[in-house]
């Protein structure tokens, strides 16, 4: 058991960040990362060889792959920082002890990801349903991450790593959409819906699920997070 130190009358624990996490959070923390770069990749090996989408014919998947083909450097700049920011969160929430380079990283880095996002949902697959959600918790996302700017600056180790967590858990929210997606593709025989149709729906879904998860998690654990910093 880690030694005890007190941040502003608050009592934690120290040692590894990773070792106040529970099993199913750091599971899904893994699974959502892999997830978000696995898809990343895709998107930029079909942009990059746009005749392999064409090959699918009509088919709903080369639609998509169409539509994001239409305004390809607004996805490149939109997803390859998003990628980074994903692949930095680990060193950011995980880390025992130095790292603060990711930390630097980490704002920046989300801010773009943010303002990007809002660009993106010019052009919405899912319509407004899917610009509603992209709207919604985007702001929620660069709320989160512009709170924990200021605790950063503040001095405020607990307060910045609880909204740290909230930014992480919602930018990953575009990774639980896709099993979300996955289940209306394999369903669309029965539900005869198009990507247009529930592509909004599975993004509503899918970030509702992260938020949700992460806001009753913290919440179960009071001040008794790690210290980042």
């Not at 079909?46 to 239409?70: C, N, R, W, Y």
């Not at 407004?128 to 605790?151: I, P, Q, T, Y």
């Amino acid at each position: 058991m880690g030694a005890k130190t007190s941040v502003r009358g608050i009592e934690m624990r120290e040692g590894s960040a990773g070792g106040v996490y529970p099993g199913w959070l750091k599971v899904g923390f893994w699974i959502c990362v892999v997830i978000a770069v696995a898809v990343v990749l895709r998107r930029v090996a079909v942009l990059v060889h746009p005749t392999q989408a064409g090959a699918a014919g009509s088919s709903p998947t080369a639609e998509l792959d169409a539509v994001f083909a239409s305004h390809a450097a607004l996805t490149l700049a939109h997803i390859l920082p998003a990628m980074a920011f994903v692949l930095l969160t680990p060193f950011v929430l995980l880390r025992r002890a130095g790292g603060a380079w990711a930390e630097r990283l980490f704002f920046p880095l989300g801010a773009w990801v943010g303002v990007t996002a809002y660009a993106m949902s010019t052009h919405p697959v899912g319509g407004w349903v899917e610009r509603s959600a992209v709207l919604f918790f985007n702001s929620l996302f660069l709320f989160s991450l512009g709170r924990a700017f200021v605790d950063a600056r503040r001095g405020e180790a607990i307060e910045k790593m609880r909204w740290m967590l909230r930014a992480v858990a919602i930018l990953l929210g575009i990774a639980t959409t896709r099993p979300v997606m996955g289940v209306f593709f394999a369903t669309s025989r029965l539900t005869h819906l198009e990507p247009g149709q529930f592509f909004g729906i599975a993004f509503w879904i899918g970030f509702s699920i992260n938020t949700i998860a992460i806001e009753l998690w913290l919440r179960s654990r009071g001040d008794r997070l790690p210290v980042v910093g």
